[in-house]
């Protein structure tokens, strides 16, 4: 019997899309589902608010309409992201769309609430918080959460520095349900590596920021395609947060990559003001070194399932 909820059973790929601040949209959802690997956005990305209702009406109703037509081939679960810090003043309303059509699966990020996660379970809904350490983890669990998502140093946007080997360990000694690795994950072998390391899932975003659906601009696609992990800069300036952004975005922003001034974390931002740092100063995981050319969502995801199969063939044959 699987320890997986069934929403989380029987992936295609063991991949979850990681939600993108301002580049998620109903699009990019769509066919990262119908690629056979889960799609996500953070709920913030539908402004106004009223928005929400409209797209996750589009999603629900896309991926049913897929389904029907290919019963032998049915699209991978969509998650929403919710941002549960207080800063947020739409959690309620957003957290009413979610129950409203039932989305499969809820990413929860900074705060865990055990009454959101209450909301979900009514339905039959499944909450991954992420977290950046064991002890942020042990509390996702004890206030209801089905799942974690483990932040490793490398990942894109707001990120921990733990290696994945410690923080997945770490995890796995007292933890056995569902754990997704986020961190410089860019191909089909490092997906393959994910689970070996004890993951269930590899939690990719910024491969995903170069393609034709993502809501980015085509210099920020290309910037994906063009730079690699040197171009990384890790700071908490911009949201309060420590996360990675790259270097070209914040040198256009006339500041100076290597000597940015810390923020105070108590002044965290996720509103209008953080929106509009967000659209001018690039997030990005260590891992773009893998990816060559801006492709459509089904084309990156095709070529991550070649390479995790090629993967699992190589270590099978050297047995």
Request: charged share 20%.
């Amino acid at each position: 019997m699987s320890r997986l909820p069934p929403v989380l059973q029987k992936l295609p790929l063991p991949i979850i899309g990681s939600p993108l601040f301002i580049i998620s949209n109903p699009q990019l959802v769509i066919e990262q589902c119908k690629a056979g690997v889960v799609g996500s956005m953070p709920a913030l990305n539908a402004r106004p608010a009223s928005q929400l209702d409209e797209w996750l009406h589009e999603i629900t109703e896309t991926l049913a309409a897929y389904n029907a037509a290919n019963p032998d081939k049915p699209a991978a679960p969509f998650a929403i992201n919710q941002i549960v810090h207080k800063s947020n003043d739409r959690l309620e309303h957003d957290l009413a769309m979610v129950v409203k059509y039932k989305v499969p699966i809820i990413i929860t990020s900074l705060g865990a609430r055990p009454e959101l996660n209450a909301a979900v379970h009514s339905y039959g809904g499944v909450v991954l918080h992420d977290i950046i350490n064991d002890a942020f983890a042990r509390k996702a669990i004890e206030k209801g959460a089905d799942g974690l998502i483990a932040v490793a140093a490398g990942a894109g946007g707001h990120a921990g520095t733990k290696s994945p080997f410690a923080l997945v360990q770490e995890i796995r000694q007292w933890f056995d349900g569902p754990v997704a690795l986020s961190g410089s994950i860019a191909t089909g072998s490092a997906v393959l590596a994910a689970q070996a390391m004890g993951a269930d899932f590899a939690y990719i975003g910024s491969a995903f920021i170069a393609t034709h659906e993502a809501r980015a601009s085509e210099a920020y696609k290309q910037a994906i395609v063009d730079c690699n992990s040197d171009d990384i800069v890790y700071s908490n300036l911009f949201t309060g947060v420590h996360g990675n952004y790259l270097k070209p975005s914040i040198v256009a922003a006339g500041m100076d990559p290597e000597h940015l001034p810390e923020s105070d974390p108590t002044k965290m931002n996720f509103g209008g003001d953080a929106a509009k740092a967000w659209k001018d100063i690039w997030g990005s995981g260590q891992g773009i070194g893998a990816v060559k050319s801006v492709t459509s969502t089904a084309e990156l995801v095709g070529r991550l399932k070649r390479e995790y199969e090629e993967a699992r063939s190589r270590i099978c044959g050297a047995r």
